[in-house]
């Protein structure tokens, strides 16, 4: 698959709206890999996605899902959260949303992803069974599993995955973990989880977190990545879907790091450190997604009053080096810079 690709960049499928249609077919038509995400809309608003990309481009696409978690979790922490949240809501004009639990239209899903016969399908959040990942391939697509750690790997690898995408602790947005129990600085960084991966298994790796230039894509292939993905150096492009207020907020001299929290959704994910993560991350339990359900009405809310201190502005650890250029003209870029490398 990936000895295919002119160029080895693959877009991050970056779920919320960020990565559209527009977005994947530039960076496809310009040589790498474009993702669009599943994640957060209906199986019917998926499928409407792959059709308008499949108009705009005749290059290979992927579409990444999230795998439904445990919907136990502590109800009195919810409850708590919630109730601490009702401040916020109030100040913003609109009620706190409900904790549900969901699971993201999943058999839909599979069953859009193998009508359609998607040329690459990814996975967050966890491994499909066996006979999910050898269905896909039956119907043609390239199987990957977003992992973050060596025994990840060797169960997704176990499971049947054509390749991994390996996610280093620098990524932006949330932590693609199987399970949804460790803190904050257990995750390992890209370049020794890379190493320990590269040891455990025997398919092809693409590299995730924290690169933003050439030099980081060399230095990722030679570590034994056959590709890498990037999403945060994507987001200032023009194609890209972030809101106004956080492709601003990427060059902005006011937010000065990233921080990895649970607040906005009760999974780990890393964005520009802001208000909204320093007040309430005390109190945030790991209750996905039951907590992205509460706090999604004040996130738009928030984003509608003009305020980046109350958005979740997911974003790697590079996002400085984050530029605003249309994708195909980043990709050509970013292309030149590994060649000069």
Not at 106 to 133: H, M, N, Q
Not at 291 to 316: C, I, N, Y
């Amino acid at each position: 698959m990936f000895s295919t690709l002119p160029v080895p960049i693959i877009q991050a499928p970056m779920a919320g709206g960020v990565s559209t249609p527009a977005l994947a077919a530039a960076v496809a038509n310009a040589g790498g890999l474009g993702f669009l995400a599943g994640g957060y809309k209906t199986a019917e608003a998926m499928r409407k996605e792959i059709h308008e990309l499949r108009t705009l481009t005749d290059r290979p696409f992927g579409v990444n899902v999230f795998v439904p978690g445990d919907k136990t979790v502590d109800e009195e922490a919810l409850e708590r959260y919630r109730a601490v949240l009702e401040a916020e809501a109030g100040r913003l004009g609109v009620p706190v949303g409900e904790p549900i639990w969901d699971d993201d239209d999943w058999e839909a899903k599979l069953d859009v992803l193998l009508e359609e016969r998607v040329p690459v399908v990814s996975f967050t959040f966890g491994c499909p069974d066996k006979a999910v990942i050898a269905a896909l391939q039956r119907a043609g697509s390239f199987v990957m599993v977003t992992v973050t750690s060596r025994e990840e790997a060797c169960m997704a690898a176990e499971a049947g995955a054509d390749a991994l995408c390996v996610q280093g602790a620098e990524a932006g947005g949330h932590r693609a973990s199987f399970g949804n129990g460790l803190e904050a600085d257990e995750a390992a960084g890209l370049f020794p989880l890379l190493a320990d991966v590269r040891a455990a298994v025997r398919i092809p790796l693409v590299a995730a977190g924290g690169i933003m230039d050439g030099r980081g894509i060399a230095a990722a292939l030679k570590a034994g990545a056959s590709a890498v993905q990037l999403g945060t150096a994507f987001l200032r492009c023009p194609e890209s879907g972030a809101h106004p207020l956080h492709k601003q907020a990427l060059a902005d001299p006011r937010f000065t790091e990233t921080e990895v929290t649970r607040t906005f959704t009760g999974r780990w994910a890393r964005g520009l450190a802001n208000r909204f993560m320093a007040e309430y991350r005390a109190l945030a339990p790991a209750a996905y997604p039951h907590v992205h359900h509460m706090t999604k009405p004040l996130r738009a809310a928030a984003a509608k009053a003009g305020d980046p201190e109350g958005m979740s502005l997911w974003a790697g650890k590079g996002y400085r080096l984050a530029r605003e250029l249309p994708a195909a003209e980043l990709v050509k870029e970013l292309k030149r810079e590994l060649e000069e490398a």
